[in-house]
């Protein structure tokens, strides 16, 4: 149950997220089968592909992807490998903002903020101020932003409720979110944008550690 896409334009894209889910993996972000990344499809915005379920991420190969509804998150065609268990999590991001990437991770400096901020029952705050990083947010404001930290349901679905309804609510914030315990997720126009916001927020969570500075952390 491999993807074989029948167009030119679903090939590329399979190819993209699978060139780029490897040097994800490569620099420590997506250990063991962790993460995921989906792109919607050029030439039908209400699909996209995702990566499958389970699979080595430095392994992985264009065929290894699954094409998906964009609001729903269900698997569009028959016969396919299983979606991601987070690809709710995408739909919500796709529903609400009209991205056209969506990268989750467990890069390091990012899940330990996640971990450090983020409450078990409530959506966390987390001001971000100062650091030139922010300009690649493409924020309206790059002088501060609030990056919310979403608490780690165990069902995936309660967190792409939170999510929806969030981002609903502060259509304003940031192009990213964290998990608490768990990882951080990031979109954009391209995958490229939101793999530059990914490294622009998983260093700025690098430099608070560092910097050992104490969160500024407020409940949604
Ligand atoms: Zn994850």
């Not at 709710?88 to 901020?117: D, F, K, L, Q």
């Amino acid at each position: 149950m491999t993807y074989a896409p029948s167009t030119a334009v679903g090939k590329q894209t399979a190819q993209q997220l699978a060139d780029l889910t490897r040097t994800l993996y490569e620099r420590g972000w997506m250990p063991g089968t962790s993460g995921n990344l989906s792109m919607r499809l050029p030439d039908d915005p209400d699909r996209a592909l995702i990566t499958a379920s389970g699979r080595d991420k430095g392994e992985l190969t264009a065929r290894d992807v699954v094409e998906v509804d964009t609001h729903t998150g269900e698997a569009a065609l028959t016969g396919q490998a299983r979606p991601s268990a987070e690809t709710s999590i995408h739909a919500a991001v796709y529903r609400v903002t009209g991205a056209r990437a969506v990268i989750h991770v467990h890069s390091p400096y990012a899940t330990v903020i996640a971990h450090r901020v983020g409450a078990h029952h409530a959506v966390a705050m987390l001001r971000l101020e100062r650091f030139e990083l922010l300009k690649g947010l493409g924020l309206e404001n790059p002088a501060a932003t609030h990056l919310p930290v979403f608490p780690n349901w165990p069902q995936v679905d309660r967190i792409a409720e939170d999510v929806a309804a969030h981002l609903t609510a502060y259509a304003e914030g940031p192009p990213g979110l964290l998990l608490a315990d768990h990882g951080i997720t990031t979109w954009g126009d391209s995958l490229n944008q939101a793999r530059n916001r990914l490294e622009c927020l998983e260093s700025i969570c690098q430099l608070l550690v560092l910097s050992q500075s104490e969160p500024h952390v407020s409940r949604a």
